[in-house]
C-alpha cells in the first residue's frame, strides 16, 4: 500500500491475518483508516504481512489463537501500541481432517473447538474486558456457510462454526448496549486454508455459483468493514452470508 488514508481514530484486533481472509479483512481496515493489529501463528510470515500493510500503523503479535498467554499479550500489546481496542475480528481457525465424522478421531474435534470457538470467545471476553466494556465497539466472527448447512467431508468444522455463529448470538445479546456483535457465513474463499476445495477445478467449483466465481479475501474484508461501520450501527446478533448466491440453489433438483 503506497498511499494510506487519514487515521480513523479507530483500532482494530485481527486474527490469523497473516494472509488469506483475515489479510483481506485487514487490508480493509487499514484502507479506511483503521490502525490494526494482526495476529499469525508464522512470524515471518506476519512480518512481511505488516510491510505490505503499513508499519506505521499495523502491528503483528505472532503465536497461537487458543493459547491464553497469547490471547492476553496481543490485547495487551494493541493497547499497548494504540490506546484503544475498538473492533475485534475473530478470524483464526483450523481444520487440519477431511472425512466422515464418523471416523473422527476426539482429540482432532477438540482441537478444531479449542481453536475455532474456544480462542473466539476468549478474546471476546479480553477485548470486552481491556476497552469495549466502558467505551463500545464491534466483534466480527468469521464462521462458514459449514456452519449453517451440512458439509461432507469437514463436519467437525462445519459443527464448529455452527457453535460460532451461537456464540455470536450469545455475546450480541450480553455485550448489548455497549458492543455489536455479527458473524460472517462465507462460502468457498481462495484462500491456501480452501484450496483443497478448488485446486485443479476452479472452474468446476464455480460453476454451481450464480455470480459465477469464488470468493477472494477483498470479499469478506469489505463485508467485515461494513459490519465495523457506523452503516451498520443498528446490526447486531446477525450473520451475514457472503456466499456468491450458492445458497440460492438449495432446494434445486
Not at 58 to 81: C, F, N
Amino acid at each position: 500500500m503506497t498511499e494510506l488514508p487519514e487515521l480513523s481514530g479507530k483500532v482494530a484486533l485481527v486474527t490469523g491475518a497473516s494472509r488469506g481472509i483475515g489479510y483481506g479483512v485487514a487490508e480493509a481496515l487499514v484502507a479506511r483508516g483503521d490502525r490494526v493489529c494482526i495476529t499469525g501463528r508464522n512470524e515471518d510470515a506476519l512480518k512481511e504481512a505488516v510491510d505490505r500493510l503499513g508499519a506505521d500503523r499495523v502491528i503483528g503479535v505472532a503465536g497461537k489463537a487458543h493459547d491464553l498467554d497469547h490471547q492476553s499479550e496481543v490485547v495487551g500489546r494493541t493497547m499497548e501500541a494504540f490506546g484503544r481496542l475498538d473492533f475485534l475480528v475473530n478470524n483464526a481457525g483450523t481444520n487440519p481432517v477431511f472425512g466422515p465424522i464418523a471416523d473422527l478421531d476426539l482429540d482432532v474435534a477438540r482441537k478444531v473447538f479449542e481453536t475455532n470457538v474456544v480462542s473466539a470467545l476468549g478474546l471476546a471476553q479480553k477485548t470486552w474486558h481491556a476497552w469495549q466494556k466502558e467505551n463500545g465497539g464491534a466483534i466480527v466472527n468469521i464462521a462458514s456457510i459449514a456452519g449453517l448447512a451440512p458439509s461432507p467431508f469437514i463436519g467437525a468444522y462445519g459443527v464448529s462454526k455452527a457453535a460460532m455463529i451461537n456464540l455470536t448470538q450469545q455475546l450480541a445479546h450480553e455485550f448489548a448496549p455497549k458492543v455489536r456483535v455479527n458473524a460472517i457465513a462465507p462460502a468457498v474463499v481462495k484462500t491456501k486454508f480452501a484450496q483443497a476445495l478448488y485446486e485443479d477445478r476452479e472452474a468446476e467449483a464455480a460453476a454451481s455459483y450464480p455470480l459465477g466465481r469464488l470468493g477472494v479475501p477483498a470479499d469478506i474484508g469489505g463485508a467485515a468493514a461494513f459490519l465495523t461501520s457506523a452503516q451498520s450501527d443498528w446490526v447486531t446478533g446477525q450473520t451475514l452470508v457472503v456466499d456468491g448466491g450458492l445458497f440460492l440453489n438449495a432446494g434445486v433438483g
